[in-house]
């Protein structure tokens, strides 16, 4: 599996394929969440929750795949002997941000689970 992560991607150009794919599946959890928002315009909450949930997992099984993973093998070994060099500043403050962030969103999905199934 590794093999093929390290492919030539699929989109034409110098990405691999693991960064087309990641690509893909963030413009489709984009689409999922504009399509989810569309939902709850309408008011069609549980259509709403069903999408926006999956779009939710599914960007939390890409955090997990290509920015956690990523971070711990690359990043977190200089830290913090070469966090004044750009990339281990501007991705340390990236992790940081996302750390604050997924967290806040998962919850929201959470209540929004409560909510509207009484769960």
Do not use: K
């Amino acid at each position: 599996m590794t093999e093929l992560l390290h492919q030539p991607g699929f989109f034409g150009t110098a990405a691999t394929f693991a960064a087309d794919a990641t690509l893909t599946v963030m413009l489709i959890v984009g689409l999922l969440l504009t399509i989810g928002a569309g939902l709850a315009h309408l008011h069609r909450y549980t259509a709403h929750l069903l999408v926006q949930t999956t779009a939710a997992s599914l960007n939390v099984i890409l955090v997990i795949w290509m920015m956690i993973l990523p971070y711990r093998d690359f990043v977190l070994p200089g830290i913090p002997d070469r966090v004044g060099e750009r990339f281990y500043a501007v991705t340390t403050l990236h992790a940081v941000i996302g750390a604050i962030a997924l967290p806040f969103g998962m919850f929201v999905v959470l209540r929004g689970n409560e909510l509207v199934l009484g769960v």
